[in-house]
């Protein structure tokens, strides 16, 4: 497996979908390692000149930042810090959140502005590598001065203090550093700020959110085009010219692909009865693409949060400069999140109406899908757990951005609470998906009842790759099992 290396120009996101899913080592490039050795050499050397007051260096913390703190309790002060900041609570977050989080607090290090001593960054980096995931926390996280609950408990495992699970299986992190044969570390002057401050918890949440995004839109569509042809919808909404006068360029790719997806189908090509489509079918372009503009927005905000230095206070050792400034603040992100939330739930929104049109006896489809409905209740309920998913993703949907609360004594006035807005958005994504995953059911189920005509080849095909895992429903049966067949299905799709 090759290593990936980490330099000082930034991981983008195509990079670090490549690292997390093919679990690639990790190293520091050269031009890295030189640019961590100079910042800590610097800070180090400025420390014996002066002692002159540096905010986290010599300082304390927050509404503390006018209190000295001697040479002699300068690596206390660093420990206490990570270990009173470690006050995370509620689920721990997925694993592939914290291996992104290590990746991106690595990047955040390897930039040369925080002044971190190179074997600290050695050690995320080996845990990293070593499958060694410090057990974070969902909830504390005020998205200012950083996640500095959720960084804290990524770095009590550099103190033996704190639970990881390694390879698996979650135990104290003292045990698995002797298990793997690692001493503990002892924090030099302003690494435990350094490790503390930082978006990685809500970068890491939306560079993952932003890759599920894009996949999510290309499963919309395609499922969207295959409602469509079991509705025995029209395809001239997708004509080309009708998006060329509207000029949104989401809306033009989605245009296309319901053009592509469609082209050659038996039943779109036939004669229809109806001059229009509901709008969840004739306005799929329109909506899905406007989702996909959202996507891009936000995949613009996330690659350059992944390129850019966030903890505090930013070190310029060649300019011979320390600011304590305020890069750790999650506004950006924390509106991105949002805007990212609405967006998927959008999608769930209008796939969940074209699957209550489905269902509606409209077109000479059956009642809810069956051959004999009345004794058999077939697709009436799983339209019903669709909309409740839609529902709960509508009050989501509230903005956490707009909030914010007074905290460290009123010197940290205003927060974004960005690390909400990426746990409500990834708590919309995986609704979304099983949205997703009903409309497909249920579309499959009503291109079964326009046979002997075919569809597009690719839907077809689609659809024949489908019914080997969810079969035909004849009669009623346990529908849950086959929604989360669908859902294991479309989760394994690259379409």
Known sequence: MPTHPITTIGV??????LILS??????LAKDAQQAVKRSHAYLRDRLKKSDAPIYGINTGFGSLADTSVPKDKLAQLQKNLVMSHACGTGEPVDAEVVRAMLVLKVQNMAFGHSAVAPATVKRYIDMYNADMLPVVYERGSLGASGDLAPLAHLALPLLGLGEVVLKGTRMPSAKALKQLGWETLELGPKEGLALLNGTQFMCAFAALLS?????????????????????DGRTEPFNAS?????????????????????????IAKRAKKHVQDPYSFRCIPQVHGASRDAFAYVERVVGREMESVTDNPTVFDDEDLIVSAGNFHGQPLALALDFLAIALAELGSISERRTYKLIGGQRGLPAYLVAEPGINSGFM?????????????????????????DSSNGQEDHVSMGAAAALKTWAVAEDVERILAIELLTAAQAL??????KSAKG???LHAAFRKHVPFVKADVVMHDLMEKSLAFIRSSRN
């Open 448 to 453: 079964d009842f326009r046979r002997p005509l």
């Open 242 to 266: 009708v998006h060329a006068v509207r000029p949104h360029p989401g809306q033009a790719v989605v245009a296309a692909r319901m053009r592509e997806l469609l082209q050659g189908s038996a």
């Open 459 to 461: 839907l077809d095909e």
């Open 211 to 231: 890759l599920k995004a894009a996949r999510l839109a290309d499963l919309a569509d395609t499922i969207a085009a295959m409602s469509l042809d079991a509705y």
């Open 12 to 17: 983008k996101l195509n990079e670090l979908e």
């Open 22 to 27: 093919e679990r690639r080592p990790i190293a």
């Open 381 to 405: 309920i799983p339209q019903y757990a669709s909309a409740a998913l839609v529902s709960a993703n509508k009050q989501r949907c509230m903005p956490n951005s707009v909030d914010t609360i």
